[in-house]
């Protein structure tokens, strides 16, 4: 009786260890991911301040070549920047 419960004990306490070994390594990798992430808003956020004062004067015509990629990138951007903001507004809603 002794030895199942001594044997029971050593595979809980392995267990246990196992378990906490990972969630550190995933508390790890989300710690990355999230500064990634954070990161990336930041770019986005950048990007779209620069691209919005690039075309403040409306330079980029619609009609050319330039201007149409100018505005599918700035239609993307855009997009973009309203996606990561609005995941910010999401969580400070909650």
Sequence with gaps: MITIL??????FIATTVVLCYITYNCQN??????????????DVNDVYRQ???????NIFEKDD???????DLYQILEKLNQ????????????
């Design 83 to 94: 996606r990561t903001n609005s995941n910010v507004k999401d969580k400070e809603t909650n």
């Design 6 to 11: 001594s044997l029971l004990l050593v595979l």
């Design 65 to 71: 070549d330039v201007g149409g990629v100018f505005s």
């Design 51 to 57: 691209i919005k004062i690039v075309d403040d004067k």
């Design 29 to 42: 990798k989300i710690d990355i991911y999230e500064s990634w992430i954070v990161e990336f808003k930041d």
